[in-house]
């Protein structure tokens, strides 16, 4: 491609002359300068929204942004988190499952059943609740599918069915206790990340990304593509490296990084791969940007709605099983009021798209440490939910109106 | 395309050769003995009324129907094409009127779409190293891959559409309507597009309804009237008029009786105003 008359030096995909080309740390901040002026926010918005809560709750309360706070929010922000993953997956192909919390209750039921009452190992029980949870995402896929109704009915009526199945489950007793000494409840509340091993994993965090990124611009280079400058991409990993040393250094003054968190963590950062780096993940952004299209390229765009559907029904179960481990004990309202609302607030929060096509899995993460920080602040602040529901709600608003002005700018900006 | 280069302006060489095609709806025949003929490195233009039949032709052969009748020969080998799948794989690729893309994805996914490289671990470099080499093929005017087909303009749109068909290097390009939506300059870089698919040696068939663009890039006009053939012209010779008539079905209508007023007598018709 290159004896086309035009210079080697020039890469393959930088040779339109109407192209502005960055060089270095200057023009790279430049360009993301104007990225943010064009619409393209990215997480910007949220981690604003952040900084606002979290100044805002600090000044009411001087405890809020303390380590002990602090820990206490990386471990309950999980399994609602986990929860909002599911609902990117959905949200992606353009559908809807409201039904996220009974299906969470339902599993947070199975796990201390099969456990407590039918005295069956852990492992069993975890495998049954997960298990059922994508059953229940597989019903969906095939309700929608081949009946052909809409996601959103599917699953309001899952919301009601899978309410009284947990109740069922449940009947007699108010809520099971799960020992305190089983792993799970444990993992859930006791289990922190060695110090020195919590600083390991934040240096091998930067260190990996900088690896990608080096590997990923050789490639590209000897491709004769262009890449990023290696000066751009440590910058980067050497700001990455002092966040997350800095977050691991402020935990570590009392308990420390929770492995709750880490397993989110990683579970993100596994989903986000699917979601990047594989066939799977392009089919998800394709079916949910334009079904018909999607179907002519040869896609099975039943598979992979049912897939979405299991997904997501099989993360709101981890999500179920999380959630009673950190109560140790499945009760009744395991999953039931907000936390359906919660969950998909987040996953739009973090900037996913209700529309389909748009989202990432770290949008789940970002969104539900919005939620959570609003919740815990409130509770420290000894006011009750019905401040929580509306503070909630109106974040929710701010950030989709956000998005929504932000789309708009995109557009005027050629940047879709 | 190594096989299809090796015959560039070979105008005899029947690549595509469509013989008694029937095809029927309940009671409507939408296509009756319909024969058309398609060598390599030559630009066959359909036309014809609505209801004529072309759109049912370009489903026939692109794999979304299967004729009651008649024989599809593809490089002097009777196929049987009853699935789009399998017309694809046999070399005949289709551009559909509405595209198919998705616009929330960028240029490169769009043209791997559902045939990307290394499904485990996406092999982007590779892919927009050939997305390029195709689009520098084609001469496209896109600066960039990076941007969602959203931002993109219609023309561009449609170069993304035609350059994904030639991804699995096809024999066949069928275009259905490539240029209906676009502006004047926009048609233009879609009718070099359809040029350059000649110079490299496929066979292009192209639905239109603009006269002009047909004669701009067709080496034939194949005119289809009620479902069946009614007459193919060199492209070069023929007239506007010949082909209305073709596809009206007589010399006496609207179109050549306006056309006629304004040839023979400009003067006369400004002095009435």
Redesign the interface.
């Known amino acids: ?1 290159t004896s ?1 008359g035009t210079p080697a030096a020039t890469a ?2 930088l040779q ?1 002359e ?2 502005a080309t960055p060089q270095g740390i200057t023009d790279n901040v430049r360009a993301a300068i104007r990225r943010v002026r064009d619409g393209d926010l990215g997480s910007l918005p949220v981690i604003g929204g952040i900084v606002v809560i979290w100044t805002i709750f600090q000044s009411l309360n001087a405890t809020f942004l303390s380590s002990t706070n602090l820990v206490n929010l990386s471990f309950d922000m999980v399994p609602v988190g986990v929860l909002a993953l599911g609902i990117v997956c959905v949200l992606m192909v353009g559908q809807i499952d409201l039904s996220v919390g009974s299906v969470s209750g339902v599993s947070a039921a199975i796990t201390a059943v099969v456990m407590v009452k039918h005295e069956q190992p852990m492992v069993l029980a975890v495998l049954a609740a997960v298990a059922a949870g994508c059953l229940i995402g597989w019903v969906y896929g095939q309700v929608f599918n081949r009946v052909g109704v809409p996601s959103f009915v599917v699953t309001l009526g899952g919301l009601l069915a899978f309410l009284g199945v947990q109740l069922w489950l449940l009947r007699g007793q108010n809520a099971i206790n799960l020992p305190y000494d089983s792993t799970l409840v444990r993992f859930a509340q006791l289990w922190f990340v060695p110090h020195w091993l919590a600083y390991a994993l934040a240096v091998a965090a930067a260190g990996g990304f900088l690896a990608t990124g080096w590997v ?1 611009a050789r ?2 280079r000897r ?3 262009s890449s990023s400058s290696l000066q751009w991409l440590v910058t980067q990993s050497l700001l990455l490296l002092a966040a997350l040393l800095f977050a691991v250094s402020y935990l570590n003054r009392t308990r420390g990084v929770a492995w709750m968190f880490v397993f989110f963590v990683a579970l993100v950062l596994v989903m986000n791969y699917v979601f990047t ?4 993940g ?2 998800l ?2 079916v ?3 079904a ?3 179907r ?4 099975d765009v039943r598979g992979v709605y049912t897939a979405a559907f299991v997904l997501c029904s099989g993360l709101a179960a981890t999500g179920g099983i999380l959630a009673a481990s950190r109560l140790a004990a499945a009760n009744q309202s395991t999953g039931t009021g907000d936390v359906n609302l919660n969950a998909i607030a987040a996953a739009v929060i973090g900037g996913t798209s209700l529309f ?3 989202g990432s899995t770290f949008a789940a993460l970002l969104g539900v440490l919005v939620i959570q920080s609003i919740s815990s602040g409130l509770t420290l602040l000894n006011l009750d939910s019905s401040y929580r529901f509306v503070i909630t709600g109106a974040v929710l608003l701010i950030a989709v109106g956000l998005d929504s002005v932000a789309r708009r700018s995109r ?1 005027a900006h ?3 | 395309m190594s096989e299809a280069t090796a015959v560039p302006g070979a105008a005899t060489d029947t690549v595509l050769s469509l013989r008694g095609i029937c095809k029927h709806f309940g009671a409507v025949a939408a296509l009756t003995e319909v024969d058309l003929d398609v060598a390599a490195g030559e630009v066959v233009a359909v036309v014809g009324d609505n209801g004529a039949g072309k759109s049912t032709l370009v489903k026939v052969l692109s794999g979304v129907y299967t004729p009651d009748a008649g024989s599809i020969v593809l490089r002097g080998e009777p196929v049987f094409l009853d699935s ?2 399998l017309a694809h794989a046999r070399g005949i690729a289709t551009v ?1 009127q509405d ?7 960028d240029v490169k ?1 769009n043209l791997f ?4 490289l290394r ?4 092999d982007d ?2 892919m ?2 050939r997305s ?2 195709l689009l ?1 093929e084609l001469s496209a005017k ?4 990076d ?5 993109l303009s219609g023309g561009q749109r449609q170069t993304v559409a035609i350059a994904r068909s030639l991804l699995s290097d096809p024999q066949i390009v069928l275009l259905d309507e490539p240029t209906a939506a676009l502006g004047v300059a926009q048609t233009a870089e879609v009718l070099n597009l359809v040029e350059r698919l000649k110079h490299k040696g496929l066979g292009v068939v192209m639905i239109s309804h603009n006269m002009e663009d047909v004669r701009a890039v067709a080496d034939r006009v194949a005119v289809l009237r009620l479902g069946r053939n009614n007459g193919v012209f060199d492209a070069a010779s023929v007239s506007a008029e010949e082909i209305v008539a073709a596809i009206t079905g007589s010399t006496d209508n609207v179109v050549a009786r306006r056309a006629a007023r304004r040839t023979t007598s400009p003067q006369a018709e400004k002095g009435e105003l």
């Open positions: 491609m086309l393959t995909d339109d109407r192209l990923r490639t590209r491709a004769e593509l780096r594989t066939k799977f392009r089919s952004c394709a949910g940007g334009n018909e299209a999607s002519r390229a040869g896609i389909g096509g748009r557009q050629g940047r879709g | 789009p799948a559909f595209l198919a893309l998705c616009e929330n994805l996914a779409l559902g045939q990307e499904p485990w671990m996406l470099v590779a927009e190293k390029w080499q520098r896109i600066p960039t891959l941007v969602p087909v959203a931002a």
